[in-house]
């Protein structure tokens, strides 16, 4: 059971580029979450939105902005990122949030950035 | 400063055997704790939790100890099959708080 859905898996982008990473959750669930997974480094909370508001901003650099619509989909818009930022971003989903429940996660996008 | 810790990044089992996975964390205010496994390419799901009121919970060839006292969280895999062959990350929480997850230990399960 995963539910969450992540596009694109995979991006490369320049510096100078602007790009969005997308995630939807079809779980009914009212909180959602992205997380950065750089390597050999444990999963570090980004964003955290519960009910469509954003409760949690853990000292994320402005060049990472996102955008939650509605309960089911959570942005990530990019823009003049440095190659340091290069991870796996991961969205994750719960029922409520941040309480102690599990999170659902999606499959990631593997960024690159040149 | 890491408040939960894998300190094995791999783990070799033969098929059959035991696995036993470690975690370890700091904050005395932890209350939940998760297992997730990640197979590559994929998103973490989520295998087993207890709660510190517990001090083991079974799920069937999955078991997870936690000793309170030591700061101290287990995952056993018992019979430990191919299948199992991916990393492992305890996660800690506490009511209101943020997930902290460990970096993960690789477990290879040899046939």
């Known amino acids: 059971e995963t539910g969450v859905t992540q596009t694109p898996r995979h991006l490369v982008m320049g510096m100078t580029n602007k790009k969005s990473l997308k995630c939807e959750q079809h779980?009914?669930?009212?909180?959602m979450y992205w997380y950065k997974q750089s390597a050999k480094k444990p999963l570090e909370l980004m964003f955290v939105?519960?009910?469509?508001?954003?409760?949690e901003n853990n000292s994320v650099p402005s060049r990472f902005s996102p955008e939650c619509p509605n309960s089911s989909h959570l942005f990530l818009h990019l823009h003049t990122l440095q190659p340091e930022d290069s991870a796996l971003y991961l969205c994750?989903?719960?029922?409520?949030?941040?309480?102690?429940?599990?999170?659902?996660f999606g499959s990631g996008t593997q960024l690159s950035v040149l | 400063d890491q408040q939960v810790k894998q300190n094995s990044p791999s783990l070799s089992v033969q098929e059959g055997r035991i696995s036993i996975l470690n975690c370890d964390y700091t904050n005395s205010m932890f209350d939940y704790f998760l297992w997730y496994k990640k197979y590559p390419a994929e998103g973490p799901t989520f295998l087993i939790s207890?709660?510190?009121?517990?001090d083991k919970n079974e799920d069937g060839r999955f078991t997870v100890f936690l000793n309170k006292s030591a700061k101290h969280l287990s995952l056993h895999i018992v019979p430990s099959q191919p299948g199992d062959s991916a990393v492992y990350f305890c996660?800690?929480?506490?009511?209101?708080?943020?997930?902290?997850f460990g970096t993960g230990t690789s477990l290879t399960v040899i046939p």
């Open positions: 939105y519960n009910f469509k508001e954003q409760t």
């Open positions: 994750a989903s719960s029922q409520h949030g941040p309480i102690n429940e599990k999170l659902f």
């Open positions: 207890i709660s510190s009121i517990k």
């Open positions: 996660a800690a929480s506490f009511t209101g708080n943020q997930f902290y």
């Open positions: 779980l009914g669930h009212n909180a």
